[in-house]
C-alpha cells in the first residue's frame, strides 16, 4: 500500500513508501512517544504526489481517512466493519473528549 510520508506539518517534501498492510497497521496505532510538540511529528497522507505537497500534484489517493475531533464514540468505526478498517488516536486526544482517524484503505487508489 502507498502513502506519502512528511517530516512535518510544513513540509511541502514528499516521500512516497510502499508498506505491507500489517506494517501500516502497526506503526499508526503504536503511539509515538517522547515528541515534544505536535509541529514535530512526522505525518502521512493517503495522497499520492509527484513533486510537492499541494493540490496540483496530488495525483491518486490510497486509503479513505475520517479525521473525527467532535468527541464522538471510538467505537464509531464499527460502521465500517464490512471492510479492512484503522482506527488510530489523534495527537490532541484526550481521555474525557475523543479526537480520531478511521482509515479505510482502497482496493485500488482513486484520481486525487
Given at each position: 500500500m502507498k502513502f506519502s510520508i512528511l517530516t512535518h506539518y510544513k513540509s511541502k517534501q514528499v516521500q512516497t513508501v510502499d508498506y505491507s498492510l500489517s506494517t501500516i497497521t502497526q506503526?499508526?496505532?503504536n503511539p509515538v512517544k517522547?515528541?515534544?510538540?505536535?509541529?514535530?511529528?512526522?505525518?502521512?497522507?493517503?495522497?499520492?504526489?509527484?513533486g510537492n505537497r499541494n493540490q496540483k500534484n496530488a495525483r491518486y489517493i490510497t486509503m479513505l481517512v475520517y479525521d473525527i475531533?467532535?468527541?464522538t464514540s471510538l467505537e464509531s468505526w464499527r460502521c465500517f466493519?464490512?471492510?479492512?478498517?484503522?482506527?488510530?488516536?489523534?495527537?490532541s486526544h484526550k481521555p474525557h473528549?475523543?479526537?480520531?482517524?478511521?482509515?479505510?484503505?482502497?482496493?485500488?487508489?482513486?484520481?486525487?
Open positions: 506503526g499508526l496505532t517522547a515528541v515534544p510538540s505536535k509541529d514535530k511529528l512526522p505525518l502521512w497522507s493517503p495522497t499520492i504526489f509527484e475531533d467532535d468527541g466493519s464490512d471492510h479492512y478498517v484503522m482506527v488510530h488516536t489523534s495527537y473528549f475523543n479526537k480520531f482517524r478511521i482509515i479505510i484503505p482502497l482496493k485500488t487508489p482513486i484520481p486525487a
